[in-house]
């Protein structure tokens, strides 16, 4: 059983920056891509951001480009994401999650087989 484990959400205001964390059990982690999705309120969520299990292939959602910055570091197991120039419709939980084994899409959250708990990001204007 994979746990992902989401940290370093808060409350920031406009222009500001958070790192956000995945902390992840199990010794396959890896092997596995990784990514970050989001979620707020009344909409689905949405594909944020994705790294392969090396780190040498990286994908961002268009809004996001130029601001945020996935990485990995396998001796750790974990993941991040560094959110730069807040702004208030970043505003949402984001959730990490592994990407099925096999899976050739990082941008759809059916090929993403765990997810974790969530973390709240709220940008304030």
């Known amino acids: 059983q994979v746990q992902l484990v989401e940290s370093g959400g808060g409350l920031v205001q406009t222009g500001g920056s958070l790192r956000l964390s995945c902390a992840a059990s199990?010794?396959?982690?890896?092997?596995?891509?990784m990514g970050w999705f989001r979620q707020a309120p009344g909409k689905e969520r949405e594909f944020v951001a994705a790294?392969?299990?090396?780190?040498?292939?990286?994908l961002y959602a268009y809004s996001v480009k130029g601001r945020f910055t996935i990485s990995r570091d396998n001796a750790k197991n974990t993941v991040y994401l560094q959110m730069n120039s807040l702004k208030p419709e970043d505003t949402a939980v984001y959730y990490c999650?592994?990407?099925?084994?096999?899976?050739?899409?990082?941008?759809?959250?059916?090929?993403?087989?765990?997810w974790g708990q969530g973390t709240q990001v709220t940008v304030s204007s």
């Open positions: 999650a592994r990407v099925s084994y096999g899976s050739s899409s990082y941008t759809r959250a059916a090929e993403y087989d765990y």
């Open positions: 199990g010794r396959t982690f890896s092997s596995y891509a």
């Open positions: 790294i392969s299990w090396s780190g040498g292939s990286i």
